[in-house]
């Protein structure tokens, strides 16, 4: 009912792009792997730095874990009511989020890859186009080049999901795409990328790095603090 999965291969897309492009970023919002970034004592932490593949990706610590759930999905977790995301929306309906990191082969350029995956979105059964994809090249803190996307659909017309994606290229043949998810009833306004659970998820999304020791770790700490706000 939860799972989104990516794709095995992205092959070229024709026609028009599925996303709306935003103004690209020069670079990511992160530090850039300073060493204020890496000061931050990963014990006293909610989430961790899991490692596969070459690639590092924050993600929260009490989530179920579900890694290698099939050959090209390294990295599983799935909430549980715990970590700072409730097991139910603000109506008491059954709330969700997860994240996926898969190694897959991606032949085209990250913006056609990225039209592939939206087009797919936008074709899926008994889904409506909530708010439509929006999409931005940027780097990730270790300088890798990265596309980013962000659609609120509604399933089956009664579940609201905030489906957040992130592209990289390891080589010309293959990359790694960064799966984040929130689905809740229809009317939630946690499953929406505006809301501080949204503006969390993107972070722990955009912390995906190729070079492991370039996380930037406070960006991940901050998301979590304002997350938790009152």
Known sequence: MWLWLGVVALVVAGGAAAFVAKRSATSSA?????????????????????????????????????????PQVLVFRKSNGKGGI????????????????????????????????????????????????????????????AFFMSVEIIKDGKERELMLKLLAKKDAQNGFVVTGSITANKESQIATATSKQGQWLKTLVRSLVLDPSKLDKRAVHNAYVERDKR
């Open 30 to 70: 992160t530090s850039q792997g300073s060493d204020e970034s890496q000061s931050v004592d990963m014990n006293e932490e909610a989430w961790e730095i899991v490692e596969q593949e070459g690639a590092a990706l924050a993600v929260p610590k009490d989530w179920d874990n579900l890694d290698r759930f099939s």
């Open 86 to 145: 409730p097991a139910t929306d603000e109506a008491g309906a059954p709330l969700q989020a997860q994240m996926i990191l898969e190694y897959i082969r991606m032949d085209p350029s990250l913006q056609d890859s990225a039209n592939v995956v939206a087009d797919r979105i936008l074709k899926t059964p008994q889904t409506d186009i909530s708010v439509r994809p929006t999409g931005e090249m940027f780097k990730l803190s270790d300088g890798t080049e």
